[in-house]
């Protein structure tokens, strides 16, 4: 049971965020002899990272390695100092590319957090110095959630429109061969024998157990704290930090309890993507006026930046960007709201999709990741932009939560999501865009399309993009003309996946006041802590890596098992 009734009045450490960052440093720290605590504000445990897709990159990795696949800390360093330029923090870009392999060893040989690498998975800019074709991204092993017991019912579950007929999740594989399932006998195979096992779920439980992606992560961690017998207080929001002089020596949450903390106090709430005011004060597009919609849990206010700021903590605003962008889309719900989705990688690649603003003109290459695709919205300056595909496209890919054929998909015509027309002129009417303007569009994409070679803006032009196309399609698999009519469009909104502004840390994680000074007792990781990105995206799992690396070496510290230089 890691959910008491009431915390002790004292801890060696006291964890606030139950994410992957807070379990890793938990975790840590317990293992290195602490007596820990973990504190979560949501009702339930995971953070975000159960809602994420639980990549996590590592350059240099020890399973990678073992494969037989090439890497250095050299070329890491290289392709990040390419992306992140000038706002680099060599210092804890070095601790977390040295550390990374460290940590993966570590949560392999003592935990049930078990790794599988990714043997093709391109970083996001493949063409750049030091970049991986492969071997650097992580996934959790697929995780049996029946293993917690009746701690199961306190995982944060997956957002609903991830998963399939009551909670089955899918992992990249799964996605494949359901995309497959009515064209390929070895796919069918496998979607019924998942179906199979959800339906056995659905019988005892009410969601799939079969748990990957960031459930994955999640579940592994939270059952090697119970494990570890780590108490996890959910309902419990931390209100400010308790001081004793210069040093954080506990907690105070916003019921009026107090924790006494040996060691020291350590944040990893997961940001602030739900702080209004905030973002409006560090996002231009929404100082502007501008809608934006975030993936991320509720719970994220930036409680614990606040309470840091409190006690005298830097918080960095100077990143080229305040999130990790994503564009979103706003799915209708019966009583008359929205919820968002996330377009991430399933949809902008395949051939037979487009993007335009509201004039009606692409203004980027759909296949570029989710985070340079918001970029080049604000770029811009849309506020809403529309994904178009055809009828073949629809049926064979999806578009966001419109899964492909032979899922239903008139449901969504009739909500209003998803707009349909029987020609280009029509659906520009639909849609409020030029008639001629989107005409000449589609016209030109299509004509570049069948040539195998945009050259507008060269989508399916590196590994990344062709890796998210559709193989089969030749000669480019990011590219197909938009001629089985009809056509579809949803509207998307620019949103995020997380912060990336955050707390200045040193390389052991510890807080740091302006003039770079530590506050003794406070550490912070995951979004937290300031990106190390400092609001770049090179690549899948660049939030999950550092959060595991950064709160490996926050539990070390705090432990006095490691004092890096």
């Not at 074709?133 to 944060?156: I, N, P, S, Y």
């Not at 399939?164 to 494949?176: V, Y």
Request: glycine share 10%.
């Amino acid at each position: 049971m890691t959910n008491l009734t009431y915390p002790s009045e004292t801890y060696d450490l006291i964890v606030v965020g139950s994410g992957a960052a807070g379990m890793a440093a938990a975790l840590t720290a317990r293992i290195s002899g602490l007596e820990v605590a973990v504190f979560e504000k949501d009702q339930y445990f995971g953070g975000s990272t159960a809602v994420s897709g639980g990549a996590i990159w590592v350059p240099n990795n020890p399973l990678m390695r073992a494969a037989g696949m090439d890497d250095d800390a050299e070329a890491a360093f290289e392709y990040l100092s390419g992306e992140v330029g000038n706002l680099i923090d060599t210092d804890l870009v070095h601790a977390f590319i040295e550390t990374g392999p460290e940590m993966v060893r570590f949560f392999q040989d003592n935990t049930e957090l078990q790794f599988e690498y990714r043997d093709f998975s391109p970083d996001y800019h493949p063409d750049r110095p030091g970049a991986s074709m492969g071997g650097r991204v992580l996934d959790a092993q697929t995780f049996d959630g029946r293993r917690l017991g009746d701690e199961f019912k306190r995982l944060k579950p997956p957002i609903d429109d991830f998963t399939l007929f009551g909670g089955m999740m899918l992992n990249r594989f799964d996605i494949g061969h359901f995309m497959n399932m009515t064209r390929k006998p070895a796919s069918a195979i496998h979607a019924t024998r998942l179906l199979a096992r959800q339906a056995r779920d659905r019988l005892s439980h009410p969601r799939g157990t079969r748990l990957t992606l960031g459930q994955a992560v999640a579940g592994r961690l939270a059952l090697s704290a119970i494990q570890r017998k780590i108490p996890i207080f959910t309902n419990l929001a931390l209100k400010r930090l308790v001081m004793d002089g210069n040093r954080v020596s506990g907690i105070e949450t916003e019921k009026g309890i107090q924790i006494r903390a040996r060691r020291g106090v350590i944040l990893a709430t997961g940001g602030f993507p739900a702080n209004a005011k905030l973002r409006k004060q560090v996002m231009p597009h929404v100082a502007r006026g501008a809608p934006h919609h975030s993936m991320s849990p509720k719970p994220a206010t930036g409680a614990a930046i606040t309470a840091a700021q409190d006690v005298g903590a830097n918080f960095i605003t100077s990143n080229r960007n305040a999130g990790f962008w994503a564009p979103v889309s706003l799915i209708p719900e019966p009583n008359g709201g929205s919820r968002p989705f996330p377009h991430l990688f399933l949809d902008r690649a395949k051939p037979g999709v487009i993007a335009v603003s509201p004039e009606g003109k692409r203004f980027v290459n759909e296949a570029v990741s989710y985070h340079d695709f918001v970029s080049a919205m604000h770029d811009a300056n849309l506020s809403e932009a529309w994904l178009i595909c055809d009828h073949r496209a629809l049926r064979r890919y999806g578009l966001g939560p419109v899964r492909p054929a032979p899922a239903p998909y008139r449901h969504h015509l009739r909500s209003g999501y998803l707009k349909r027309a029987g020609s280009p002129a029509e659906l520009a009417a639909l849609i409020g865009v030029p008639e001629a303007v989107l005409v000449q569009t589609i016209d030109r994409f299509n004509a570049d399309a069948a040539r195998g070679h945009d050259l507008e803006f060269g989508k399916g032009s590196t590994a990344y993009q062709t890796y998210l196309g559709d193989a089969e399609n030749k000669p480019n698999p990011c590219l197909r003309p938009l001629d089985r009519m009809p056509l579809y469009a949803i509207r998307i909104y620019p949103g995020d996946i997380g912060t990336s502004m955050g707390l200045a840390v040193d390389v052991n994680a510890r807080v740091l006041r302006q003039d770079r000074s530590v506050i003794e007792g406070l550490y912070a990781c995951g979004n937290d802590m300031n990106s190390i990105m400092a609001g770049t995206y090179p690549g899948a799992g660049i939030t999950l890596g550092p959060a595991l690396t950064f709160g490996y070496i926050a539990g070390l510290h705090a432990s006095g098992q490691d004092d890096k230089p």
